[in-house]
């Protein structure tokens, strides 16, 4: 914009201004107080609306200088002009809200609030209201009986401001349920409910503070909703069509709060679309509400396929796409609501899925893949993770391209480890893609990357990446699996499958399933080393693992049993290893298990070990019986789970 | 029996045919009109919600004593809010926006759309006095980061720095912007601002009803003939066409 001329003079702007700045900031320290009143008013005046401003006098040092101003004097004018220029480095300006604290002029803004002088109280409750709304705000300790009596004095207040600070502590300080307990224990909820009757910011602070303090505390709703005989909820209902957008926001994340602790108050259909129809709506708003809508979107029909049914109906997916299509710099936050919010769509419903990738949305997709902030690159992930359940999609080859793949494949070196789990969710059901030959993936490292990340320090991360590897070996062919075998070792497995984490002991064994699965070949991986890992599978499974493990691990000892002689033997040791001191049949108690699947696995072991084709089967099936096995078979007849009939029939 | 009704069905038609609307005349109308009750103290409501709004303030106050309506709003808070509206429609930006801070320092700090508009009202009138270094050195300093935060800020801030280039800014394609009406709705803005903080709606009640006067008068145009208000200042009723 300015010409190259001119730029001599926008050096000796930017310095003249600097030295307007130091100036005004010299006066500030002045022991004339009309000189120093002045100076604060003039700090004020710059700094509000102006973030470059806020940092380049942060910068010189004005807050502590602002903060002596402040605690020194007793002249209200100076305290109103300090505190409303403190109140403005606050203002969603998180250094400014650090600067503020670390000059230790917290407790002494509180004491404002006690003034005679009105509008000390004002500027000393706008101030703290504003700290209170960062992350960095003091804790507030609740149940502390004099915290209370102070927070409750606020709501009582007569005065807008300080009513809407009390609420304002209570949105962005509680945390636990025991402070929502405390708080209503208390009597909170009927202090805030009044708010709903007031201003507008009395309104918006109340709506904040009841979302925070009903928060999966079905008590706390169902206190909230018996007040007067649901006529608070009614309200907040109404609101959701009022005229500003922020109230119409706030209260539906309210409901958003009140349907996901519970549901039961929703049983109107009518209310529920109305809900998802106005967070619709809301997605347009240019400005923080935008933002705030599309994440309160997301939490609304997550998990919840009728409600992800009635947005479809309403157009979402569209108005979703069209909204990241616009191409503006859009917040990280909205990002990461939007892609969420596609995210929950396409969980379950292939009509969305089909939708939202007939709308090419895949270039937007793969470009947030790249996005410098974590949580828009995980909520992409997940995007790709459900949109990939789409088996039709799926196999057209639509994410198994390099454009796709090179991107998610990159992203298991992430340094975030939510977006490691996340990718690897995504892959998992990427690599599922039978038809096409995984070769790009293979290729661009994949593997060595999924193993890499097996041994990660995050359990999640451990267990997706076992879980996209199990994937990956399912029906794979040998040299695939010579290839991932070669960079384990056996040792690697006796590691996977000994984890501490159970869950990932389940994906451990459940990728060593699939990998002795299929040719008789495969079986020989257990065998490696003097069969170290059959040896720690049979080792696991004596140890009373859980279910879910304990089939995966009766799955391998199938694959296992289905070969030759020396595997059949191989698996019969493990069973019952000699010399036994107690008897420890834990074959047995599989066979009596409550999980139908673990049952079922059992028997498929017993069946290949018995099966007559093979020589030493009667002797097996001698041994079988003595250890109670068989007589337990005829017993299981008439099991409860289908699959367990066939095969004990056969 | 149905073969008369129809004949008398068509001589009812044949009267309207030329219309086919129901007539009302205006003996007729006057007195559905003065069927209808209204409550005087609806109306100095109405009368004190558009002094307030638009804030006369000095016209407010009397017309409470005069009538003894309450107005809804401290007067005071007018008085501010006046000072600032008349600031900015005078061209003194700079101390419409202290005042605007003293009311409330939190208006301009939570909406950056107002503070650009004022900051660029400021260079505008910078420009208007000829005062071309002192304009880019504003424009440097104060608007070009609200610009960066901001594509849609940087266009407008384009729009304005054009009023430099040209020697004869007011024959420009941006000229506009030099005009006294961008001062009012600036000062609309602000106005509008002050008024949501304090929890006031910002338009008064009075315009909303003879928006729907005029709205209801093209309704039943589709269905009737009647005497219509056609010009507002006078509220006179005016014979329908024959």
């Given at each position: 914009?300015?010409?190259?001329?001119?730029?001599s003079?926008?050096?000796?702007?930017?310095?003249?201004?600097?030295?307007?700045?130091a100036?005004?900031?010299?006066?500030l320290?002045?022991?004339d107080?009309?000189?120093?009143l002045?100076?604060?008013?003039?700090?004020?005046?710059?700094?509000?609306?102006?973030?470059?401003?806020?940092?380049?006098?942060?910068?010189?040092g004005?807050?502590?200088?602002?903060?002596?101003?402040?605690?020194?004097?007793?002249?209200?004018?100076?305290?109103?002009?300090?505190?409303?220029?403190?109140?403005?480095?606050?203002?969603?300006?998180?250094?400014?809200?650090?600067?503020?604290?670390?000059?230790?002029?917290?407790?002494?803004?509180?004491?404002?609030?006690?003034?005679?002088?009105?509008?000390v109280?004002?500027?000393?409750?706008?101030?703290?209201?504003?700290?209170?709304?960062?992350?960095?705000?003091?804790?507030?300790d609740?149940?502390?009986?004099?915290?209370?009596?102070?927070?409750?004095?606020l709501?009582?207040?007569?005065?807008?401001?300080?009513?809407?600070?009390?609420?304002?502590?209570?949105?962005?300080?509680?945390?636990?349920?025991?402070?929502?307990?405390?708080?209503?224990?208390?009597?909170?909820?009927e202090?805030?409910?009044?708010?709903?009757?007031?201003?507008?910011?009395?309104?918006?602070?109340?709506?904040?503070?009841?979302?925070?303090?009903?928060?999966?505390?079905?008590?706390?709703?169902?206190?909230?909703?018996?007040?007067e005989?649901?006529?608070?909820?009614?309200?907040?209902?109404?609101?959701?069509?009022?005229?500003?957008?922020?109230?119409?926001?706030?209260?539906?994340?309210?409901?958003?709060?009140i349907?996901?602790?519970?549901?039961?108050?929703?049983l109107?259909?009518?209310?529920?679309?109305?809900l998802?129809?106005?967070?619709?709506?809301?997605?347009?708003?240019?400005?923080?509400?935008?933002?705030?809508?599309?994440?309160?979107?997301?939490s609304?029909?997550?998990?919840?396929?009728?409600?992800?049914?009635?947005?479809?109906?309403?157009?979402?997916?569209?108005?979703?796409?069209?909204?990241?299509?616009?191409?503006?710099?859009l917040?990280?936050?909205?990002?990461?609501?939007?892609?969420?919010?596609?995210?929950?769509?396409?969980?379950?419903?292939?009509?969305?899925?089909?939708?939202?990738?007939?709308?090419?949305?895949?270039?937007?997709?793969?470009?947030a893949?790249?996005h410098?902030n974590?949580?828009?690159?995980?909520?992409?992930?997940?995007c790709?993770?459900?949109?990939?359940?789409?088996?039709k999609?799926?196999?057209?080859?639509?994410?198994?391209?390099?454009?796709?793949m090179?991107?998610?494949?990159?992203l298991?070196?992430?340094?975030?480890?939510?977006?490691?789990?996340?990718?690897?969710?995504?892959?998992?059901?990427?690599?599922?893609?039978?038809?096409?030959?995984?070769?790009?993936?293979?290729?661009?490292?994949?593997?060595?990357?999924?193993?890499?990340?097996?041994?990660?320090?995050?359990?999640?991360?451990?267990?997706?990446?076992?879980?996209?590897?199990?994937?990956?070996?399912?029906?794979?062919?040998?040299?695939?699996?010579?290839?991932?075998?070669?960079?384990?070792?056996?040792?690697?497995?006796?590691?996977?499958?000994?984890?501490?984490?159970?869950?990932?002991?389940?994906?451990g064994?459940?990728?060593?399933?699939?990998?002795?699965?299929?040719?008789?070949?495969?079986?020989?991986?257990?065998?490696?080393?003097?069969?170290?890992?059959?040896?720690t599978?049979?080792?696991?499974?004596?140890?009373?693992?859980?279910?879910?493990?304990?089939?995966?691990?009766?799955?391998v000892?199938?694959?296992?049993?289905?070969?030759?002689?020396?595997?059949?033997?191989?698996?019969?040791?493990?069973?019952?290893?000699?010399?036994?001191?107690?008897?420890?049949?834990?074959?047995?108690?599989?066979l009596?298990?409550?999980?139908?699947?673990?049952?079922?696995?059992?028997?498929?072991?017993?069946?290949?070990?018995?099966?007559p084709?093979?020589?030493?089967?009667l002797?097996?099936?001698?041994?079988?019986?003595?250890?109670?096995?068989i007589?337990?078979?005829?017993?299981m007849?008439?099991?409860?789970?289908?699959?367990?009939?066939?095969?004990?029939?056969s | 029996?149905?073969?008369?009704?129809?004949?008398?069905?068509?001589?009812d038609?044949?009267?309207d045919?030329?219309?086919?609307?129901?007539?009302?005349?205006?003996?007729?109308?006057?007195?559905?009109?003065?069927?209808?009750?209204?409550?005087?103290?609806?109306?100095?409501?109405?009368?004190?919600?558009f002094?307030?709004?638009?804030?006369?303030?000095?016209?407010a106050?009397?017309?409470?004593?005069e009538?003894?309506?309450?107005?809804?709003?401290?007067?005071?808070?007018?008085?501010?809010?006046?000072?600032v509206?008349?600031?900015?429609?005078?061209?003194?930006?700079?101390?419409?926006?202290?005042?605007?801070?003293?009311?409330?320092?939190?208006?301009?700090?939570?909406?950056?759309?107002?503070?650009?508009?004022?900051?660029?009202?400021?260079?505008?009138?910078?420009?208007?006095?000829?005062?071309?270094?002192?304009?880019?050195?504003?424009?440097?300093e104060?608007?070009?980061?609200?610009?960066?935060?901001?594509?849609?800020?940087?266009?407008?801030?384009?729009?304005?720095v054009?009023?430099?280039?040209?020697?004869?800014?007011?024959?420009?394609?941006?000229k506009d912007?030099?005009?006294?009406?961008?001062?009012?709705?600036?000062?609309?803005?602000?106005?509008?601002?002050?008024?949501?903080?304090?929890?006031?709606?910002k338009?008064?009640?009075?315009?909303?009803?003879?928006?729907?006067?005029?709205?209801?008068?093209?309704?039943?145009?589709?269905?009737?003939?009647?005497?219509?208000?056609?010009?507002?200042?006078?509220?006179?009723?005016?014979?329908?066409?024959?």
């Amino acid at each position: 914009m300015p010409t190259t001329t001119s730029s001599s003079s926008f050096s000796s702007a930017a310095s003249s201004s600097g030295n307007r700045q130091a100036d005004v900031f010299s006066r500030l320290a002045s022991s004339d107080p009309e000189v120093k009143l002045k100076a604060l008013r003039e700090v004020k005046n710059q700094i509000i609306g102006n973030r470059t401003k806020k940092l380049s006098f942060l910068k010189l040092g004005a807050v502590p200088a602002i903060a002596s101003a402040l605690s020194d004097s007793e002249c209200n004018s100076i305290l109103v002009q300090s505190a409303a220029a403190l109140g403005s480095f606050a203002c969603g300006f998180e250094a400014g809200v650090q600067a503020v604290l670390d000059a230790g002029v917290f407790p002494r803004l509180l004491r404002l609030l006690t003034s005679s002088d009105e509008k000390v109280v004002d500027a000393g409750a706008r101030s703290l209201r504003m700290i209170f709304q960062s992350n960095q705000a003091p804790k507030y300790d609740f149940l502390q009986e004099k915290n209370m009596e102070f927070l409750f004095s606020l709501l009582n207040s007569e005065n807008e401001n300080v009513s809407g600070l009390g609420a304002s502590i209570i949105a962005h300080a509680c945390g636990t349920t025991v402070e929502q307990q405390v708080l209503c224990e208390a009597g909170v909820l009927e202090k805030l409910v009044i708010l709903l009757d007031g201003s507008l910011s009395q309104r918006e602070a109340c709506l904040e503070s009841l979302a925070t303090v009903l928060k999966n505390n079905p008590e706390a709703v169902s206190r909230f909703v018996g007040l007067e005989a649901g006529r608070y909820l009614s309200s907040v209902t109404e609101l959701t069509k009022d005229r500003y957008p922020r109230t119409r926001l706030l209260s539906c994340l309210c409901l958003v709060v009140i349907y996901n602790t519970s549901p039961s108050y929703f049983l109107n259909m009518g209310t529920k679309s109305s809900l998802v129809t106005t967070l619709l709506e809301l997605l347009n708003d240019p400005g923080q509400s935008g933002d705030e809508a599309a994440l309160g979107l997301s939490s609304l029909i997550a998990e919840k396929e009728d409600l992800q049914k009635l947005a479809y109906e309403a157009n979402a997916i569209k108005n979703i796409v069209d909204i990241l299509k616009t191409g503006s710099e859009l917040h990280p936050k909205r990002l990461q609501g939007l892609f969420l919010s596609l995210a929950e769509l396409c969980s379950k419903l292939e009509d969305c899925r089909c939708s939202f990738l007939s709308l090419e949305m895949l270039d937007l997709l793969v470009n947030a893949l790249r996005h410098n902030n974590a949580d828009v690159r995980t909520a992409a992930c997940i995007c790709f993770r459900n949109a990939a359940r789409s088996v039709k999609n799926l196999s057209a080859g639509r994410f198994t391209n390099d454009h796709v793949m090179l991107p998610l494949v990159q992203l298991l070196h992430d340094p975030s480890s939510s977006v490691q789990v996340a990718v690897l969710g995504a892959l998992s059901n990427i690599v599922l893609d039978f038809s096409s030959p995984k070769s790009t993936f293979i290729e661009y490292g994949g593997i060595k990357q999924l193993i890499e990340l097996s041994k990660s320090m995050d359990p999640n991360a451990r267990c997706s990446a076992l879980r996209a590897l199990r994937n990956l070996m399912f029906l794979a062919d040998n040299k695939r699996k010579e290839l991932f075998y070669s960079e384990v070792k056996a040792q690697g497995f006796v590691s996977l499958i000994s984890d501490p984490e159970p869950t990932v002991q389940e994906q451990g064994l459940a990728l060593l399933r699939n990998l002795v699965d299929g040719c008789i070949n495969s079986i020989e991986f257990v065998f490696d080393e003097e069969g170290l890992i059959l040896d720690t599978v049979g080792r696991q499974l004596r140890k009373s693992p859980q279910a879910q493990m304990a089939i995966q691990g009766m799955y391998v000892l199938t694959n296992v049993a289905s070969g030759t002689e020396l595997h059949k033997e191989a698996v019969m040791q493990q069973l019952f290893p000699q010399p036994q001191a107690e008897s420890n049949n834990f074959m047995l108690k599989f066979l009596q298990s409550h999980e139908s699947q673990l049952r079922s696995a059992t028997v498929w072991t017993i069946i290949n070990l018995i099966s007559p084709s093979s020589p030493g089967a009667l002797d097996r099936h001698v041994k079988l019986r003595e250890e109670g096995i068989i007589p337990q078979l005829k017993n299981m007849v008439n099991d409860s789970c289908l699959d367990v009939k066939v095969h004990k029939r056969s | 029996m149905s073969l008369f009704r129809i004949f008398i069905n068509q001589d009812d038609d044949d009267d309207d045919m030329a219309t086919s609307k129901k007539v009302i005349t205006r003996e007729e109308w006057e007195k559905k009109l003065n069927a209808v009750k209204l409550r005087k103290q609806d109306m100095n409501t109405l009368v004190m919600n558009f002094l307030v709004t638009e804030g006369y303030v000095d016209a407010a106050a009397k017309f409470q004593r005069e009538s003894g309506t309450k107005p809804e709003i401290d007067l005071a808070t007018i008085t501010d809010r006046m000072a600032v509206k008349k600031a900015v429609q005078n061209g003194h930006v700079e101390d419409a926006i202290e005042k605007v801070n003293d009311l409330n320092p939190e208006i301009l700090d939570t909406n950056p759309e107002l503070f650009f508009h004022l900051q660029q009202q400021r260079l505008i009138e910078l420009i208007r006095q000829g005062k071309t270094e002192e304009a880019l050195e504003f424009a440097q300093e104060e608007l070009a980061p609200r610009g960066e935060e901001n594509q849609a800020f940087l266009q407008e801030l384009e729009k304005t720095v054009a009023l430099l280039v040209f020697e004869d800014a007011s024959n420009s394609p941006v000229k506009d912007l030099l005009d006294i009406s961008h001062r009012l709705k600036t000062a609309s803005e602000v106005n509008a601002a002050i008024l949501t903080s304090q929890s006031h709606e910002k338009d008064p009640k009075l315009p909303s009803l003879l928006k729907m006067l005029i709205w209801a008068q093209n309704q039943l145009d589709e269905k009737a003939v009647y005497p219509h208000i056609n010009d507002l200042s006078t509220g006179q009723l005016q014979d329908p066409p024959e």
